[in-house]
């Protein structure tokens, strides 16, 4: 398995939201996880960082993460949208509820891959 070091965007501490499950399961998986939320914390050991942290360590995350997994609806996305392609990941991940075409285009126009999925269904299928 190829290990993708995975930037969880609207991770919550909150043990019922998928966005914690996807955390867990990551690390499940061995991928190392970055995991931005509202609040700082930790789920299972993993520090939980907030959005003003992680914007302050963009440039030690630049080309260092492969995926970003978006649990943010398009509404408050646009905030993050400079922040997310300043890391330069390989891919984004627009998990159910978070579609967003211009998102999309953005990425598009910094060849930025992008696919609409479910983190969870795809480490589940081993398709991740």
Do not use: W
Not at 1 to 10: A, C, E, H, N, S
Not at 13 to 21: E, G
Not at 63 to 92: A, C, E, F, W
Request: net charge positive; with cysteine; glycine share 6%.
């Amino acid at each position: 398995m190829i290990i993708k070091p995975t930037l969880v965007l609207g991770a919550s501490l909150k043990s019922i939201r998928y966005s914690h499950l996807a955390v867990q399961r990551l690390q499940k998986y061995n991928h190392p996880v970055i995991a931005v939320g509202l609040r700082s914390g930790t789920i299972d050991g993993q520090e939980v960082i907030t959005f003003e942290s992680a914007f302050a360590k963009a440039e030690t995350h630049k080309n260092k993460i492969d995926t970003v997994t978006l649990y943010i609806g398009p509404k408050h996305q646009h905030q993050y949208m400079d922040y997310v392609v300043s890391l330069q990941p390989k891919r984004v991940i627009f998990n159910p509820g978070t579609e967003n075409p211009e998102f999309y285009k953005l990425l598009k126009e910094n060849n930025i891959n992008f696919e609409v999925a479910c983190t969870l269904v795809l480490l589940g299928t081993n398709q991740y």
